[in-house]
């Protein structure tokens, strides 16, 4: 109970850091999934495969490529103190209920709106949005002192809001100019700030009380924030930016549960050490 409680306590403390710094017409923005409710679950023994809405590996969310039959199930390691985690009662639960919410929802929302819209759109939509999105991760760039990426964010931008039709298309790839990763959790990583606890949300990515706040202050570099200020047209276009994602990542995870015996450890470990790993970039 007192896990419990602790637990809940971080859930009231993390939404109220994205209220303080992302305002109320920021709130959706910093309660982002990317490409599902689940995150970069990516086990020890497989190879990692890029999203179809991300060719160059950009986004989070990564699919095993080949994973062991069934009858071959892997027993992950022991994590170490790598896997900070005291509300794990908690965030099993959470996980559960995003689970859940994955399959008997957004997945088959996704679905109809892969109907409706074919791939090619998506992609244009995905695109739209990405380019909104460079503000953040060109001031991160800056912040962790990575001049390359900010300029690239720069010319990124430039390129695809205009040869690009307003970021519908990538044009910026033809040149060769690829797209930062930077966020604020990075950032607080680079001045040495820990991650603090592991943490589940509903509808949310896995994330660590840095990344949660990260995520708040990211909202609030967010410049769609400000042309979008209430707070239900601003959910209405994250869900649909939600739904977007989903609809192009319709093939992930699939296998997944038959790989590992414990899912809900290899997305904590998977997700924590790729966010180590682009700190250390």
């Known amino acids: ?44 023994a497989s190879e990692g495969a890029q999203s179809k809405a991300d060719p160059d590996g950009a986004n989070e969310p990564m699919v095993a490529q080949t994973p062991p039959a069934p009858a071959e199930k892997v027993e992950l390691e ?51 949005f990405d380019n909104i999105n460079f503000v953040p991760r060109a001031a991160n760039s800056l912040l962790q002192k990575k001049w390359g990426g900010a300029g690239r964010e720069v010319g990124r931008f430039l390129i695809n809001s205009t040869l690009g039709i307003g970021g519908l298309f990538d044009a910026a790839k033809y040149w060769g100019i690829e797209k930062s990763r930077e966020d604020f959790g990075q950032t607080l990583g680079v001045w040495g700030v820990g991650p603090g606890p592991y943490l589940i949300l509903p509808f949310m990515e ?29 959910l209405s276009m994250k869900l649909g930016e939600l739904i977007n994602d989903r609809a192009l990542n319709l093939e992930l995870f699939q296998g997944l549960e038959e790989s590992v015996i414990d899912l809900y450890s290899a997305v904590r470990h998977g997700y924590l050490r790729r966010r180590e790993e682009l700190i250390k970039q």
């Open 206 to 234: 896995p994330m660590t009380v840095r990344d949660g706040i990260g995520k708040g202050v990211d909202a609030l570099m967010n410049p769609f924030s400000y042309f979008v200020p209430f707070l239900w047209a601003g």
């Open 1 to 44: 109970m007192i896990d419990l409680l602790r637990g809940t306590a971080a859930v009231l403390a993390v939404l109220i850091a994205a209220l303080v710094f992302g305002g109320c017409g920021s709130l959706s923005s910093a309660l982002r999934a990317d490409s599902a409710l689940l995150a970069a679950a990516e086990p020890p």
């Open 78 to 128: 022991a994590e170490g103190d790598e896997a900070y985690d005291p509300w794990e009662r908690f965030n099993e639960a959470m996980f559960e209920v995003n689970r859940n919410l994955d399959r008997f929802l957004l997945k088959p929302v996704a679905k109809v709106w892969r109907v409706i819209l074919p791939e090619p759109f998506e992609i244009m939509i995905a695109n739209g």
